[in-house]
């Protein structure tokens, strides 16, 4: 059974509430379905999240890279080749979004060939995770409002809260906001994209050092060398890489150099293949994963879903699984759930998802 065809169709579906945050901000979902037919007519689908401010990418540039370099590439390969289709694709550097994306629709299509759940084709370790829910910027009722309202609908108990401005009291005010509004039973991290500087990052730990924060990611840039360490040294929490860490590669220089103590995996970015490779090299080393989320649409989430749960050592956190939430629609026959806290994996064959074909003929942008 072989590649038969790669098609990238652009999409857009407004988010009923922008993500806003330090390196950037999400009004549409202008993202890329990938679809891979197989020679015996199977589909495999995946979605790609273009973010400039931390891969370069845009709808434009994937559905090129797509078109123009990766189809051309493994169009005709065994499906089942996919160290043969990671080497063809790897001749480009950069596009990992556009990369997973095929990766995934890849093991999408597999999964559909031989009626097996994709979670269980890469360990089948759990059947749910619990959720973590994303919290924009805004000003501190607004984002205590918002985690609130989240913990009441759908039972999420854990935060990912999004800081990295200045000055640092304003996003130290909202984070103590939300100890204060939710309790001490909720888990509250956070998340600086890069937005501090590792001086100003070093006051907010001081000013929070009693608020029970569970970790903190990217607070400074991993850039600047020797002032990251020097953070990470006095992190009296797990210090997440996250866009300074997507590649294998990165993340033993990272981790190795002392940068970061932690990593997140996000499926957007290395798919299923590299995503299983990074999950394996930090328990070899030692070193805790999450699961992170780019801002995903339901595909995406349902991907990292998938993958999430099929490890031991990805599953032990909370997963960051609930941007579909904010979305005013989506591509899917069948929504994602999110049930006390938890979703359950799609028991489907594949990822477990189907496209609405009518709602994909509606937020297509290319006809
Ligand atoms: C995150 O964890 O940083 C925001 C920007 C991005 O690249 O991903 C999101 C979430
Ligand atoms: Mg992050």
């Keep these: 059974m072989r590649i038969e065809s790669v098609e990238a169709i652009p999409f857009s579906i407004p988010f009923a509430k922008p993500v806003r945050f330090a390196s950037g901000q999400v ?18 689908v995946a979605e790609a999240p273009p973010r400039p401010y931390t891969y370069g990418e845009t709808q434009a540039s994937i559905v090129a890279a797509i078109e123009g370099l990766f189809a051309p590439a493994v169009v005709g390969l065994p499906l089942l080749s996919r160290e ?38 890469l360990g089948g370790f759990t059947d749910s995770l619990a959720v973590s829910h994303m919290v ?15 913990r009441d609908t759908y ?23 939300l100890r204060a509004g939710l309790g001490e039973d909720v888990e509250l991290y956070l998340d600086g994209n890069r937005g501090w500087t590792a001086t100003e990052a070093a006051q907010a730990l001081r000013l929070l050092d009693d608020v029970g924060l569970s970790r903190v990611e990217e607070l400074d840039p991993a850039d600047d060398v020797l002032a990251r360490r020097w953070l990470v040294q006095r992190c009296p929490v797990p210090y997440v890489a996250d ?5 294998a590669a990165d993340v033993t220089r990272e981790v190795l150099g002392g940068s970061a103590t932690m990593v997140s995996i996000k499926t957007a970015r290395t798919g299923f293949t590299d995503s299983t490779q990074v999950a394996g090299l930090c328990e070899g080393l030692g070193v ?31 997963a960051e699984l609930s941007n579909w939430l904010d ?15 938890r979703m359950a994996v799609r028991s489907g064959p594949g990822t477990g998802i189907e496209v ?12």
Excluded at 86 to 115: I, S
Excluded at 136 to 143: E, I, L, T
Excluded at 155 to 177: E, L
Excluded at 327 to 340: G, N
């Design 84 to 121: 043969q289709v990671r080497a063809r694709v790897g001749r480009t550097v950069g596009n990992p979004t556009a990369k997973a994306a095929l990766d995934m629709a890849l093991w999408d299509a597999w999964g559909k060939t031989c009626g097996q759940p994709v979670h269980e084709l």
């Design 136 to 150: 924009g910027f805004d000003d501190p009722a607004a984002m205590v409002a918002e985690a609130e309202r989240v």
């Design 243 to 247: 866009e300074s860490a997507p590649t």
């Design 155 to 177: 039972g999420i108990t854990s935060f990912k809260v999004k800081v990295g401005r200045r000055p640092v009291h304003a996003d130290v005010a909202v984070v103590r906001a």
């Design 27 to 44: 009004e549409v979902a202008d993202h890329v379905l990938v679809r891979v037919r197989t020679s015996d007519g199977v589909v495999g």
């Design 288 to 318: 805790p994963v999450a699961v992170g989320n780019q801002v995903d649409g339901s595909i995406g989430s349902a991907c990292a879903l998938a993958f999430g749960a099929s490890r031991r050592s990805t599953s032990l956190l909370s």
């Design 356 to 367: 609405d074909e009518d709602k994909l003929t509606r937020y297509r942008t290319d006809r």
């Design 327 to 341: 979305l005013a629609d989506d591509l899917l026959t069948e929504p994602l759930v999110i049930v006390d806290g």
